[in-house]
């Protein structure tokens, strides 16, 4: 593997490659993840182009050696991982805005562009990507793990927003996907099928992303509930309402504690009702929104108890509350007590199911006796746990575990997923094969196998070659 | 072949195969479509499980014959037409809703459901699904080609609305490919590797399709231009102001003089303006639309030359107004002078190039002296030219297919697609080509090996097994 490294540095330059043993460490974990596995790659190396991404795969695909994308390194479940050691491919360098079409609502990018700062770049012109999964993340990641956040109510995921995607295949082959209209019904749709792959098909070189206009206002609602239920009821009756929602975001008590003891500055201007509590964040026209906040109080007014519907009366008051759910996570990791990581897990499940399993898995993780919360996406039927353990207290650790796999093994029983929005990585493979079966799970193998038949594009992530049929 | 069709009645029953001659001319050809082959099916084969049509592909498959699904006819790219000759797999017997889950807001069903009537079954519940194709059309259908319709500027295409599908494959393997929820991000994404792929990748058993609440209110509007190109810059206006318009059509003079012609009673209540005309749809609260309707009335004036923007004042009146547009196809095809024969095509770019595109394709094939319009979901920069024209007339007939060809060249060359909604048939493989490129076909050619090796799968539709690398 260390001449494959050596091989590529002759061909693209001793700069484009890594050996250096902090850099390898700092690509090959992460503290966010559940799922950090053992193996390093030998070498990081940097393309600066699609052409240098072919030229790597090809010596690579010679040689049968692994290849890692790598992004941001904030995907959760060790999609970037190198378990098989192998080369890790960092975006870093690729990081342009290739082009920007306004009058035609779309954007052309490179892998390692940041979506915050890409839609900082062209707010000018009233657009945006209305993703929003971590702020770190980049565009490349947020492809290959299909991610959303929490527009994904209003604006759907990852596989909605791009147009045509570039790609090496094993082979160091480059092709386009398709071209750049917002409809297209001509042949296979190559482009979904590598949106969410994890790099385990092909290595996203190019990615043209559909624009969405910068909505003509937006307007946020906060409100607490008696209980987790009572929260996810009126979650459900929301959902059915047919109001359009930008976002319907879900806290639970421990959430909120945590806001009032360590949020920041901005978010502890206020003192929040420590329980349950809806965020809603509304989008359209002033004259619709107003229209929708009143709808949506009186939908949930049964279900608060007494409780006030807070709604921002500023931008500055908007910014503020929804700043108390985007930081969650953030807070959550980086007050941690020292020593302990965070699992963290979402699942998807049919909307009506949503109440049972947010009720039932809370339930089982607050009896472990540590920092267990529920925070998540209920507009989409879709929802996080995170729990923060001792990795050294294996019985902690055991527990946690059990916990994780028990909620997975609810949302399957409610034909749900086992994923929502983090893909599979290798924290999640064996789940995937309980939620789909192995004939599926065959053909997906398949499809791999002829495309990639060395089995090189980033082993190990979504399935194994050998799927263990004794389980 | 005949053999093959024997087993198949053994082993369903003599009542599932029909070799009567009119059947098979039936499933053979359509007068909507532009690219009927000579071949015909050697039997119709009527299913009524998923079970039946895994036995039928077991057959098939042993002694390579091939295996063509036929929903309602009604596409237009000879999607279903048989060159190869093989099995006719009609879906009659396969249209039951087999579970709806108004609570979770979708609805598993058959192929062989017809669209309107899955609507009008559901409708009780408030609820929708949000495509709308030819009237004719059938789920299954509908899913093989990716569909669309006037809807997809606010709802998307098929691809955006089905959550799983049951499918068998050429061997006779029954996979699902996802559960339920709404949200997924677990493993490939083979949902949407088999939306679009016409068949030839595997039969469609069962659809889970996603629904949208049915709005609050709806209206419509129409409104006349002095050009085409005036028309199609405020559409290209219209759409970048972030309104949002439930569907954004166009037709021209020629569609708006054959309704004054030859449209039904209700659309001949009023007299319509015999130039390039826009109709919109709004859809959401009624008060968002009050303000949606002035904002966009405001847009269109500039462009209107003083044409009055009519709206509708009552639902009878939307509905007088909206049929103009939906009979448009259905007027040109029952009216057309004896003999000739209607060639419609659609092509989609990205949104600025529209008016350009429209204006010289329409001058072009007006030159050609016969029946020709432009008529389309302008909204996604996705239209359509239909011509009448004489069969028998040769000379005519090159001219027309060249009109068609020089069309595709502009869109090719304008970064849009061969195909927006009809997808690729037989009718535009060679389009596909030129459009992607051998590479990325020859991606595509290695997938569908790779799950049909012996190519029993609707073959000859998308692409062939040997591209013609002459051209």
């Given at each position: 593997?260390?001449?494959?490294?050596?091989?590529?540095?002759?061909?693209?330059?001793?700069?484009?490659?890594?050996?250096?043993?902090?850099?390898?460490?700092?690509?090959?974990?992460?503290?966010?993840?559940?799922?950090?596995?053992?193996?390093?790659?030998?070498?990081?190396?940097?393309?600066?182009?699609?052409?240098?991404?072919?030229?790597?795969?090809?010596?690579?695909?010679?040689?049968?050696?692994?290849?890692?994308?790598?992004?941001?390194?904030?995907?959760?479940?060790?999609?970037?991982?190198?378990?098989?050691?192998?080369?890790?491919?960092?975006?870093?360098?690729?990081?342009?805005?290739?082009?920007?079409?306004?009058?035609?609502?779309?954007?052309?990018?490179?892998?390692?562009?940041?979506?915050?700062?890409?839609?900082?770049?062209?707010?000018?012109?009233?657009?945006?990507?209305?993703?929003?999964?971590?702020?770190?993340?980049?565009?490349?990641?947020?492809?290959?793990?299909?991610?959303?956040?929490?527009?994904?109510?209003?604006?759907?995921?990852?596989?909605?927003?791009?147009?045509?995607?570039?790609?090496?295949?094993?082979?160091?082959?480059?092709?386009?996907?398709?071209?750049?209209?917002?409809?297209?019904?001509?042949?296979?749709?190559?482009?979904?099928?590598?949106?969410?792959?994890?790099?385990?098909?092909?290595?996203?070189?190019?990615?043209?992303?559909?624009?969405?206009?910068?909505?003509?206002?937006?307007?946020?609602?906060?409100?607490?509930?008696?209980?987790?239920?009572?929260?996810?009821?009126?979650?459900?009756?929301?959902?059915?309402?047919?109001?359009?929602?930008?976002?319907?975001?879900?806290?639970?008590?421990?959430?909120?504690?945590?806001?009032?003891?360590?949020?920041?500055?901005?978010?502890?201007?206020?003192?929040?009702?420590?329980?349950?509590?809806?965020?809603?964040?509304?989008?359209?026209?002033?004259?619709?929104?107003?229209?929708?906040?009143?709808?949506?109080?009186?939908?949930?007014?049964?279900?608060?108890?007494?409780?006030?519907?807070?709604?921002?009366?500023?931008?500055?008051?908007?910014?503020?509350?929804?700043?108390?759910?985007?930081?969650?996570?953030?807070?959550?990791?980086?007050?941690?007590?020292?020593?302990?990581?965070?699992?963290?897990?979402?699942?998807?499940?049919?909307?009506?199911?949503?109440?049972?399993?947010?009720?039932?898995?809370?339930?089982?993780?607050g009896e472990l006796g540590i920092f267990a919360s529920v925070i998540g996406h209920v507009g989409d039927g879709n929802f996080h746990v995170a729990m923060l353990y001792d990795p050294k207290n294996l019985e902690q650790k055991q527990a946690v575990a059990?916990?994780?796999?028990?909620?997975?093994?609810?949302?399957?029983?409610?034909?749900?997923?086992?994923?929502?929005?983090?893909?599979?990585?290798?924290?999640?493979?064996?789940?995937?094969?309980?939620?789909?079966?192995e004939v599926t799970v065959g053909l997906m193998q398949k499809l791999k196998l002829a495309v990639d038949p060395n089995w090189v594009m980033n082993p190990g992530k979504v399935f194994d070659l050998e799927i263990d049929r004794s389980r």
């Amino acid at each position: 593997m260390e001449e494959v490294a050596k091989e590529i540095a002759q061909v693209l330059s001793e700069d484009a490659v890594s050996f250096d043993a902090d850099v390898l460490e700092h690509h090959g974990r992460s503290d966010w993840s559940t799922s950090n596995s053992q193996g390093r790659s030998v070498a990081v190396v940097y393309p600066r182009s699609t052409d240098d991404v072919a030229k790597i795969a090809r010596i690579c695909n010679k040689r049968k050696v692994p290849m890692i994308p790598f992004g941001a390194g904030s995907s959760v479940e060790g999609n970037f991982s190198q378990p098989h050691s192998g080369i890790c491919i960092d975006f870093a360098y690729m990081d342009k805005i290739v082009a920007f079409h306004p009058e035609d609502m779309d954007v052309v990018v490179q892998p390692g562009v940041n979506w915050v700062d890409l839609n900082n770049q062209i707010a000018h012109a009233g657009l945006f990507a209305p993703l929003d999964p971590s702020p770190t993340a980049t565009i490349g990641g947020m492809v290959s793990t299909n991610c959303s956040g929490t527009n994904a109510m209003r604006y759907g995921t990852m596989k909605d927003w791009v147009l045509n995607l570039t790609v090496v295949l094993a082979d160091g082959t480059i092709i386009k996907t398709r071209r750049r209209p917002r409809k297209n019904s001509a042949g296979y749709n190559l482009t979904s099928l590598f949106v969410g792959a994890e790099g385990t098909l092909g290595i996203v070189t190019e990615v043209c992303l559909k624009l969405a206009p910068i909505p003509e206002d937006t307007s946020v609602s906060v409100v607490a509930f008696p209980s987790i239920r009572a929260a996810a009821d009126a979650a459900s009756k929301l959902i059915r309402s047919g109001i359009q929602l930008a976002a319907l975001e879900i806290m639970d008590e421990a959430q909120m504690r945590l806001l009032n003891q360590h949020g920041s500055e901005t978010v502890r201007k206020r003192h929040w009702a420590e329980q349950p509590t809806l965020f809603l964040k509304f989008s359209g026209t002033t004259e619709a929104i107003k229209s929708d906040v009143a709808r949506a109080s009186k939908i949930i007014k049964p279900f608060a108890a007494g409780n006030k519907f807070h709604f921002a009366r500023s931008k500055q008051d908007e910014h503020d509350l929804w700043a108390a759910r985007k930081e969650a996570l953030f807070t959550m990791v980086s007050t941690r007590p020292v020593g302990t990581e965070i699992w963290s897990t979402d699942v998807a499940v049919p909307v009506s199911r949503l109440p049972e399993i947010i009720e039932l898995s809370k339930a089982e993780c607050g009896e472990l006796g540590i920092f267990a919360s529920v925070i998540g996406h209920v507009g989409d039927g879709n929802f996080h746990v995170a729990m923060l353990y001792d990795p050294k207290n294996l019985e902690q650790k055991q527990a946690v575990a059990r916990c994780v796999r028990n909620m997975m093994d609810r949302a399957l029983e409610m034909e749900g997923t086992v994923s929502g929005e983090h893909a599979i990585g290798i924290g999640k493979k064996e789940c995937l094969i309980d939620e789909l079966g192995e004939v599926t799970v065959g053909l997906m193998q398949k499809l791999k196998l002829a495309v990639d038949p060395n089995w090189v594009m980033n082993p190990g992530k979504v399935f194994d070659l050998e799927i263990d049929r004794s389980r």
